[in-house]
């Protein structure tokens, strides 16, 4: 029989194979060196050594130290006097407080509550605020006087 020679598996290559490999010399080269390249890139690196751990001292708590209170507020009334002054007369002690929830003026939203149920909510709410008020009556001088809280 004729000896045949056989040829690299490379698309285009017409080199004869190196014995014991499918590829020419030239491809056999470039291949090793492809895998090894890639054999190189998939093999695991070692890990570097954990750091050593080092001891760090806290600082030293810082020492307490006493701070006297606040010297006391001046009174704002001078003293013997209490109870509420009249603005019109100056009396002091005279004064009667009575407090009690007057209206205000409408409110927004009970108003767009009556529209949204065609007033039928005004019946049982009513359109006014509610807001806490304080009446005062001077007893000396028989003035009148409203404080909205």
């Given at each position: 029989m004729k000896d045949r020679k056989i040829y690299c598996n490379r698309?285009?290559?017409?080199?004869?194979?190196?014995?014991?490999?499918?590829?020419?010399?030239a491809h056999t080269a470039k291949t090793a060196e492809i895998n090894a390249r890639m054999h190189e890139a998939w093999t695991p690196k070692p890990k570097p050594p954990a750091p050593i751990a080092t001891y760090t001292p806290k600082p030293p708590a810082p020492v307490a130290t006493y701070t006297p209170p606040p010297a006391p507020l001046p009174e704002a009334r001078?003293?013997?006097?209490?109870?509420?002054?009249?603005?019109?007369?100056?009396?002091?002690?005279?004064?009667?407080?009575?407090?009690?929830?007057?209206?205000?003026?409408?409110?927004?939203?009970?108003?767009?509550?009556?529209?949204?149920?065609?007033?039928l909510s005004i019946l049982g709410t009513g359109l006014s605020r509610k807001e806490k008020v304080n009446h005062f009556e001077c007893k000396a001088c028989g003035v009148t006087w409203t404080d909205r809280r």
């Open positions: 698309l285009g290559c017409n080199e004869p194979r190196v014995e014991g490999s499918r590829l020419c010399s001078p003293e013997g006097r209490t109870g509420i002054e009249c603005p019109y007369c100056h009396t002091v002690g005279e004064v009667k407080v009575s407090k009690d929830r007057s209206k205000a003026g409408v409110s927004g939203a009970k108003l767009t509550g009556a529209v949204l149920t065609a007033g």
